[in-house]
């Protein structure tokens, strides 16, 4: 069981940057996708972005493409999720996710079929002026 910890979220103006960790012990994760979900109060825990196990390949949900980035280092076991010009629609605990299984199909996250093997805790992400 891989054992996941968030790092790195608290208040932001908007137009701001945030830069989240998740560091992972217990098991690498080099063998694994890895990703990261947020749920807002109130909605359900949505997919944010995820990247394949040597970082060759990421993918995002359209409300976060082109301002956050995702990456990983596997000798630190560690994942990151770079978020810039940050709205406050971006307020939401972001959680750390090892994926079992992973599928993003026609632009899409396939929650259907895609499985998370371990969560984190969680991290607060508050966008506000």
């Known amino acids: 069981q891989v054992q996941l910890v968030e790092s790195g979220g608290g208040l932001v103006q908007p137009g701001g940057s945030l830069r989240l960790s998740c560091a992972a012990s217990?098991?690498?994760?080099?063998?694994?996708?890895m990703g990261w979900f947020r749920q807002a109060p109130g909605k359900e825990r949505e997919f944010v972005a995820a990247?394949?196990?040597?970082?060759?390949?990421?993918y995002y949900a359209d409300s976060v493409k082109g301002r956050f980035t995702i990456s990983r280092d596997n000798v630190k076991n560690t994942v990151y999720l770079q978020m810039n010009s940050l709205k406050p629609e971006d307020t939401a605990v972001y959680y750390c996710?090892?994926?079992?299984?992973?599928?993003?199909?026609?632009?899409?996250?396939?929650?259907?079929?895609?499985?998370?093997?371990?969560w984190g805790q969680g991290t607060q992400v508050t966008v506000s002026s």
């Open positions: 996710a090892q994926f079992s299984q992973f599928f993003f199909t026609t632009g899409d996250y396939d929650v259907r079929n895609s499985r998370v093997g371990s």
């Open positions: 217990g098991r690498t994760i080099n063998n694994y996708v």
């Open positions: 990247i394949s196990s040597r970082g060759f390949s990421t």
